[in-house]
């Protein structure tokens, strides 16, 4: 069965057609990686898909159920955002498990939850810390902490990447990659780096002016571009 499946989705925003009929199935603990021009819809359907915009036309299913009308809490899917804002009065531990005290998780739970994703990321010496006394590396490794406490069927993953350096984007790369394999979880994840699309991606989705262009494995892309656009985002002139 598939994770999440788009069936003919199309998105409006007034008369503008932002989505214009998109399908596609993501598996099981797939690692799909969406790519495409600033402005071709990306966030539109990732945020769709977590509930945070409504869908204009078309289906939505996760873990076989339709969700298009389903509340946002109420979908297993957690988000991770280009701009990480933590609660800067919490330490890091209050900030990673405040989604489940607010959902009156009991605190032993949220302390276990908490622990283990503190593991995961290597935050664990950091529990007590505020924001403020964090690099940027380890405050999006917090952002992540928040989503995986939440235990998630699916991660979105808005290009999490794009505020920090090029060194510690490299670094982080690979700690998403090990999660990955780590959680055996599905990820849905947007970015404009092409070496981030190649390395992590069981599969890339191309998308241009709210059209999916091409769907492939990462060699299939770049080994065989549907066209000169793809050839220009996946790097393999044709
Ligand atoms: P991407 O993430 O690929 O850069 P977006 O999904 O953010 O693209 O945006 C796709 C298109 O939808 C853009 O033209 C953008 O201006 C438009 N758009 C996004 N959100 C809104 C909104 N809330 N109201 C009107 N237009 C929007
Ligand atoms: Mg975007």
Avoid at 226 to 236: E, H, L
Wanted: neutral net charge; hydrophobic residues 45%.
């Amino acid at each position: 069965m598939s994770s999440v499946t788009l069936r003919g989705v199309r998105k409006s925003f007034g008369s503008l057609e932002v989505i214009k009929g998109v399908d596609l199935e993501v598996g099981k603990k797939e690692f799909v990686v969406f790519v495409g021009p600033s402005g071709c819809g990306k966030s539109t359907l990732l945020r769709m898909i977590a509930g945070l915009e409504t869908i204009s036309a078309g289906d939505l299913e996760i873990g076989g159920q339709r969700m298009n009308d389903v509340d946002p809490s109420r979908r297993g899917i957690a988000m991770v955002f280009q701009t990480y804002a933590l609660y800067p009065h919490m330490t890091v531990r209050e900030n990673m498990g405040f989604a489940l005290r607010f959902a009156k998780v009991a605190k032993p739970e949220i302390d276990r939850q908490v622990n283990a994703a503190a593991k995961i990321l290597a935050l664990e010496p950091l529990l007590d810390r505020l924001p403020k006394q964090l690099s940027g590396g380890q405050r999006q490794r917090v952002a992540i902490g928040r989503a995986i406490v939440r235990n998630p069927e699916v991660f979105l993953f808005d290009e999490p990447l794009s505020n920090l350096d090029a060194e510690l984007r490299v670094h982080m790369r690979i700690e998403i990659a090990r999660l990955h394999k780590e959680l055996q979880t599905t990820i849905i994840y947007v970015t404009h780096d092409q070496v981030e699309a190649m390395t992590l991606a069981d599969k890339i989705v191309v998308l241009r002016d709210g059209l999916v262009e091409q769907i492939g494995r990462p060699l299939e892309l770049y080994d065989d571009p549907a066209n000169q656009f793809v050839a220009g985002f996946i790097g393999s002139p044709k």
